[in-house]
């Protein structure tokens, strides 16, 4: 996911072209208070003329505590983008305020209610101590994303390249994310220019099951898609294990064994996700 | 009368003569030889142990017959830290000499103060690579009378070789030189490297001099320019600005875009078919072309592929991809920084090529006939895969024909990587405003928004395809930039020809016209 400042057409232009699986079109922390008009004005008007291809868009408003967060609201929500994400998301009630918002919106401007969804943005202790009642709340939350910078603020904590202070908020979002089936999006690497620091932490990101991971520069995409995209073996693997399986269960066994290792349920299922990450239709293999 | 690919070319024009238009990449050289009679040299001679050095530049000048029509060439190894184009000039307007044509391999922004000499008629005709800056200006403007003559670098050979340039005067700088006039430009306190621009003007000039900031003691090594071939001799303070020589332009980009058009141009080559053992590769310097290196390099160290010569302007970074041993060879007609030159001292396998073996048409092998891969860049670029890389947007001139379409007319996968849109203007039209290499030369575009291969190529847009490469027809994506930047007003130009694009073969490619109102 590619952060984009909501105030600067040139990298709004070219958002669509870097393989980004989704596009973060900013109106929050990246636009200084007084540009916040220029950037909601030149979000609403790239979201209706610029073809940003195969990327999903989701644009990040203000907080509704915040002058412009109704204001964003009313200019974005009509467009239907693919998403809105909701920064400092702490707690059910700010869901609710949100949404109702949003469908009032939607109601005037006769859409369904069904089609935009929400990331809900935890970058706070509380948003974490909620965050499993965030999750579960409305089928429209689809993702939980973490923001690591607010919320190593919010902790009066320093920024560190291991992520001590925020890897239990990490797994907590995970955790929320996955008892609910919902994606969890990783926080950002800040050092553009450290690509080993940030493949680090990237795989550390995909081994606690986070499904994806924030970018503030094109050039980060690559090395993340690398991590996240499964090899040739895996892939390999995963299609040998599905295709066994559907033979053995034609046959009435269940569990089977693989070059020695036990084959069940839980294996094929992590092999099904595999295949899908890698774009393989597993259901007719 | 129009030239194969629909310009119209006058059959004469005043102060040039009588020109031949386009008829094709390589439709004249299908013949083997050159119809043009080709000038002898010069056949000089020097008294045993007759002294060559002179007190300073106007002296050495004053002894080489300098005259009202002579005809002054240089090099431009040292890119836009010259320093001796401009003292050569100011001291034959000194003198009151007129009517000079000034025949450098190409000019820059370091030349803006030779302005005042297109002016006052002290120069009034100008063959070259590549024209910029003020001058660039001035000429789209019309100060000269007789238009602009931009050859390509093999092209410039074979102009000497014809005697349509016959230079009287060639001023050589160097950064090292003896007193004989054996000079290299691979070290020095402005070491600049190659010396490959300047061997055909110290083989053909009725004088020569060579200048240096760095006189050595007898002899200087390695012998790029030769001393049987040197005049007189002249030790300068300084021959320019080596912060400026070094251009720097061999720093991988971190422009994302230039970064992403470059990975995908990395793919195209990868998957093209000609991405195996032994491939000779020639990219450009800076911006997404040497980013294409960067990729290269990688997958090259992936896949195990070894390459067998790199080509061309060379920086340090084709330098490192020799001493790893990815490549057996570089030829290297120019070199972009200080790590290059040193090479060129120290590796016998980075050897110094001159512009005729680089890419002159005219003979039995230049190297970018025997090249596999080249990486090019682009001003504009329109749907028939025609390249401007001479004038801008505005239609003033302002880029360098340089080895653009020889190395496209030579190589076996043209690849041209640019933007599809700079700013608001785009860079893929229906159309470019100046023709400088020919759509039939080039196989693919990469832009960041989509790659094109062209129609002549369907074996390689097959391949491509089978490689999971999005290809779009490259009418769909100039509609589409235009949807994005609208459609530009069209420049207003006057009749009069104020440039001539000459092809590498010596037909007419193109004619640059006066642009009216420029301001």
């Known amino acids: 996911m590619l952060y984009i400042p909501g105030n600067n057409p040139a990298m709004l232009q070219h958002g669509g072209i870097y393989g980004a699986d989704s596009l973060l079109l900013d109106l929050e922390d990246a636009v200084a208070l007084n540009q916040k008009d220029a950037a909601r004005i030149l979000v609403r008007n790239m979201l209706q003329t610029i073809d940003f291809y195969n990327s999903e868009v989701c644009v990040r408003i203000n907080h509704l505590d915040t002058p412009f967060g109704r204001e964003d609201l009313e200019e974005i929500v009509p467009l239907q983008p693919d998403a809105i994400r909701y920064p400092k998301t702490e707690s059910v009630e700010d869901l609710k305020k949100l949404l109702a918002i949003i469908e009032d919106i939607e109601n005037k401007h006769n859409l369904p209610h069904d089609k935009m969804t929400i990331h809900a943005m935890i970058e706070t202790a509380m948003g974490v101590q909620n965050v499993f009642d965030i999750a579960s709340f409305s089928n429209r939350v689809d993702a939980l994303t973490i923001g690591g910078q607010d919320l190593m603020a919010d902790m009066n904590i320093k920024n560190t390249k291991e992520g001590t202070g925020i890897d239990l908020a990490r797994k907590m979002i995970v955790m929320a994310a996955k008892a609910n089936g919902i994606d969890a999006i990783d926080t950002v690497f800040v050092d553009v220019n450290d690509e080993e620091g940030l493949k680090k932490e990237t795989e550390y990101a995909k081994n606690i099951g986070f499904s994806g991971k924030a970018v503030i520069n094109p050039r980060q995409i690559d090395i993340i898609h690398e991590v996240f995209t499964p090899t040739n073996e895996e892939v390999r693997k995963a299609y040998r294990i599905v295709k066994e399986f559907k033979r053995n269960k034609e046959a009435g066994i269940g569990v089977f064994a693989i070059e020695g290792k036990m084959i069940d349920a839980p294996v094929v299922a992590r092999a099904e996700y595999v295949l899908e990450l890698a774009g393989i239709d597993y259901k007719n293999i | 009368m129009k030239n194969v690919i629909g310009r119209n070319i006058p059959e004469y024009i005043n102060g040039i003569g009588k020109v031949e238009p386009f008829l094709g990449a390589w439709e004249k050289l299908k013949k083997g030889w050159m119809d043009e009679i080709t000038v002898p040299p010069p056949n000089k001679a020097k008294l045993p142990h007759q002294c060559k050095s002179c007190m300073d530049l106007r002296m050495a000048i004053e002894k080489t017959n300098p005259h009202d029509g002579m005809t002054v060439s240089f090099h431009h190894h040292l890119r836009s ?176 875009m230039d970064l992403r058009i470059a990975k995908l141009a990395a793919d195209v080559i990868e998957n093209s078919g000609m991405f195996t053992e032994g491939f000779s590769f020639q990219v450009g310097a800076g911006g997404a072309s040497l980013a294409v290196a960067k990729f290269i390099r990688e997958k090259m160290k992936k ?59 005219y003979n039995c092998g230049c190297m970018t006939n025997k090249l596999d891969i080249v990486v090019l860049g682009a001003l504009e670029i329109d749907i028939d895969f025609n390249v401007n890389v001479i004038t801008g947007a505005d239609g003033i001139i ?72 999005k290809i779009k027809k490259i009418e769909d994506l100039q509609k589409e930039v235009e949807g994005i930047t609208g459609v530009e007003k069209p420049i207003e130009f006057t009749d009069k020809i104020v440039g001539i694009v000459e092809y590498r073969d010596g037909t007419i490619i193109d004619v640059i016209k006066q642009v009216k109102n420029a301001n």
């Open chain 2, 81 to 256: 830290g010259d320093n001796i184009l401009v003292m050569t000039i100011d001291i034959l307007a000194q003198m009151g000499i007129k009517n000079i044509t000034l025949a450098s391999s190409s000019l820059n922004n370091s030349h803006d103060s030779i302005l005042k000499y297109l002016k006052d008629g002290t120069i009034t005709k100008i063959w070259t690579s590549g024209l910029r800056g003020e001058l660039g200006k001035a000429v789209s403007e019309g100060v000269l009378d007789v238009p602009v003559t931009i050859h390509s670098h093999g092209g410039r050979v074979r102009a000497i070789h014809t005697g349509k340039i016959q230079i009287d005067l060639a001023v050589i700088a160097a950064s090292a030189a003896d007193e004989e006039g054996n000079a290299t430009g691979a070290h020095g306190k402005s070491a600049f490297g190659s010396m490959g621009y300047a061997r055909i003007d110290s083989r053909y000039a009725k004088q020569v001099i060579i200048v240096t900031d760095n006189m050595v003691e007898y002899p200087c090594t390695p012998t790029s320019i030769q001393q049987h071939y040197v005049d007189y001799v002249v030790k300068v303070d300084s021959i320019g600005d080596a912060s400026k020589i070094a251009s720097g332009t061999t720093r991988i980009t971190k422009s994302p």
């Open chain 2, 398 to 469: 302002r880029g360098a024909s340089g080895g653009h379409s020889d190395t496209a007319s030579g190589a076996n996968l043209t690849v041209v990587v640019c933007p599809s849109f700079r700013g608001r203007i785009p860079i893929i039209k229906k159309r470019v405003h100046t023709i400088v290499t020919p759509g039939e030369t080039v196989d693919v575009l990469v832009t960041e928004r989509g790659i094109c291969v062209n129609p002549k190529k369907p074996e390689l847009e097959e391949s491509l395809i089978k490689a999971g490469l």
């Open chain 2, 303 to 361: 896949n195990g592929v070894k390459g067998s010569f790199l080509l061309g302007g060379v920086t340090s970074y084709g330098v490192d991809m020799l001493n790893e041993g990815l490549f057996r060879a570089i030829f290297d007609v120019q070199s972009f920084d200080a790590a290059v030159s040193s090479s060129i001292l120290k590796n016998r396998n980075n050897i110094e090529i001159s512009s005729g073996y680089y890419a002159n048409p």
